[in-house]
């Protein structure tokens, strides 16, 4: 009898210690942005790399391929098919990888590999890889 009192007791503060300290945290995270739908659970550091990963896994190297000035506005239509995108990743770590250990298994640079759209075969990275190279001389 006492034994379920004490894990009763325990169980409690452990609950409110953990509402206590995850509860300013992810209002804070929230408040700072106007338009963040999917990201909701990230801080602002875990955003900011968040935003550098997108940047580097598609190749586009700068966020105005997302962004207008204000990055809280939908205007500029990668944004919104990026957010699809973000979507399916999450979704599909959630659901085909959630028994992978590595939490990060599955990113943008999966299947984007530094281009905006991703080549389908060996066929097509190596062909574009050719014309990349040709450019440049
Ligand atoms: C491939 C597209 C893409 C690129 C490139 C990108 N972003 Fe984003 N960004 C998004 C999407 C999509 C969201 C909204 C995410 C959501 O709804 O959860 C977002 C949201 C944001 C927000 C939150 C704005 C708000 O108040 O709602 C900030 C800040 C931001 N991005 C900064 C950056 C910075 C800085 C860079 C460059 C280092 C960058 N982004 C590059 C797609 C991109
Ligand atoms: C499972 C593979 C896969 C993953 C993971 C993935 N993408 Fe893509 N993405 C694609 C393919 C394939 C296309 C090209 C579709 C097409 O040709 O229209 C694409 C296209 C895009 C485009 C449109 C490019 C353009 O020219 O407008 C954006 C933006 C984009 N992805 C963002 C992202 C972001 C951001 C992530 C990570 C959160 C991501 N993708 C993860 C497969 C993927």
Known sequence: MLNHKIVFMVVCSLVTMVAFFAWPEKTQ???????????????????????AMFTESLGVGKCTFCHVKDKASDENEHKVIAR??????????????????????????????????????????????????????
């Not at 995270?29 to 935003?51: A, C, I, Y």
């Not at 281009?115 to 574009?128: L, T």
Request: with cysteine; charged share 40%; aromatic share 6%.
């Open 29 to 51: 995270g929230d408040s700072q942005f106007k338009n963040v739908q999917v990201l909701t659970d990230l801080s602002p550091d875990q955003l900011e790399d968040m935003m």
């Open 84 to 137: 699809k995108y973000l979507k399916m990743t999450r979704e599909l770590r959630e659901t085909y990888f959630k028994d992978v250990e590595e939490k990060d298994k599955v990113t943008c640079y999966t299947c984007h590999r530094g281009e905006v759209k991703p080549s389908n075969s060996i066929e097509q990275a190596e062909e574009r890889a050719k014309k990349k190279a040709e450019e440049k001389q």
